[in-house]
């Protein structure tokens, strides 16, 4: 079991290149979320899914897709890279939205 | 606007002594309360957790204080350890279902 798994965990994108977070669990969750980590900022959700098929936006979500076509995985696209998604971002997964379970994170810079 | 604060951005305490980590919340419609703890370079982990229906839960070293009339809640830790160096999150919900609002965290240093 190994939880919540993210790759890479860690990238340095040029400015407008495009690229995909990966994330995957193995605990047949059904909530899975993005968040991202800046300094002084805490956590911020990205977007979020409470089921395969389902997505909505949280707080920050220009720049980024989503989509969930399993139970299992929800990656994140960066569409087109910009130093200000220079962030530390977290994938989470959770069976109802409380207990939510961290994976280790991907430490993204964009030059 | 920030409907979850955590006013204070670091806390430093003896070892041994107790930690007191407060929140402070807006939304009146949040009825599930958690703390997380977070280790440099490592994802957050779930600490302890609140309903809204109860004013008090207790883990191990770990105690919530719920004060909705305030909308404050705490986290305190007896006794203290070096190993309970991290940041810590606050983070609220409303509603089965809802998405987990998050506070900025505050950065606890326990002095050996």
């Known amino acids: 079991n190994a939880g919540v798994t993210q790759t890479p965990k860690f990238q340095v994108l040029k400015t407008g290149q495009s690229m995909t977070l990966q994330c995957a669990q193995d605990?047949?969750?059904?909530?899975m979320s993005w968040y991202r980590q800046d300094p002084g900022m805490g956590l911020r959700l990205i977007h979020y899914?409470?089921?395969?098929?389902?997505?909505d936006q949280g707080e920050v979500p220009n720049g980024y897709n989503v989509s969930r076509s399993t139970t299992e995985d929800f990656p994140l696209r960066l569409l087109s890279a910009a130093p200000s998604q220079t962030s530390v971002y977290f994938c989470?997964?959770?069976?109802?939205?409380?207990?939510?379970?961290f994976g280790q994170g991907t430490r993204l810079t964009v030059v | 606007d920030q409907q979850v604060k955590q006013n204070s951005p670091s806390l430093s305490v003896q070892e041994g002594r107790i930690s007191i980590l407060n929140c402070d919340y807006t939304?009146?419609?949040?009825?599930?309360f958690l703390w997380y703890k977070k280790y440099p370079a490592e994802g957050p982990t779930f600490l302890i957790s609140?309903?809204?229906?109860?004013d008090k839960n207790e883990d191990g070293r770990f105690t919530v204080f719920l004060n909705k009339s305030a909308k404050h809640l705490s986290l305190h830790i007896v006794p203290s350890q070096p190993g309970d160096s991290a940041v810590y999150f606050c983070?609220?919900?409303?509603?089965?279902?809802?998405?987990?609002?998050f506070g900025k965290g505050i950065t606890l240093s326990v002095r050996p």
């Open positions: 939304n009146s419609m949040f009825d599930y």
């Open positions: 609140i309903s809204s229906i109860k």
């Open positions: 899914s409470v089921g395969a098929g389902i997505t």
């Open positions: 605990m047949n969750h059904e909530y």
């Open positions: 983070a609220a919900r409303s509603g089965s279902g809802s998405k987990l609002t």
């Open positions: 989470a997964s959770s069976p109802t939205n409380t207990e939510a379970f």
